[in-house]
């Protein structure tokens, strides 16, 4: 892993614990790396009507803009605790392509060190951005 990929590996795992996956059983943490060089992290936040659970990734991107950074991703990282890392949904996927661009890298990783990056047009082809409503 690169230095980058450390940090935010470890700001993930640190957030994964505080996790509350009731339902799915499933913890997952989540860290971005924006333009102006600031980690945000996040946790899973599952509800018993399902429609208002919010992902790891999008607590941590609505971190950074709430926060006030730059509002472009530069890289995102996702820790699960399964033996294939997950990669982000769909819904996750939309928002980070609210902020991200080609450049944009997301990591994929579990707790055992496994993990794979793709480009964000990797992991989102043709995917709908801002630049559709110029």
Request: net charge positive.
């Amino acid at each position: 892993m690169k230095e980058t990929q450390k940090k935010l590996f470890k700001a993930a795992c640190e957030v994964q614990k505080r996790a509350h996956a009731p339902y799915s059983g499933a913890l997952i943490g989540a860290a971005v790396l924006m333009s102006d060089g600031k980690i945000f992290s996040g946790c899973n936040v599952e509800n018993a009507s399902y429609g208002g659970t919010v992902c790891a990734e999008r607590v941590a991107i609505f971190k950074a803009v709430s926060e006030g950074a730059t509002k472009k991703i530069v890289e995102v990282l996702v820790v699960s605790d399964a033996e294939k890392p997950w990669p982000p949904c769909g819904f996750c996927r939309q928002v980070i392509a609210e902020f991200a661009d080609e450049k944009t890298l997301v990591h994929t990783t579990n707790l055992q060190g496994k993990s794979k990056t793709f480009t964000f047009p990797e992991i989102f082809p043709e995917a709908f951005t801002p630049k559709h409503l110029d």
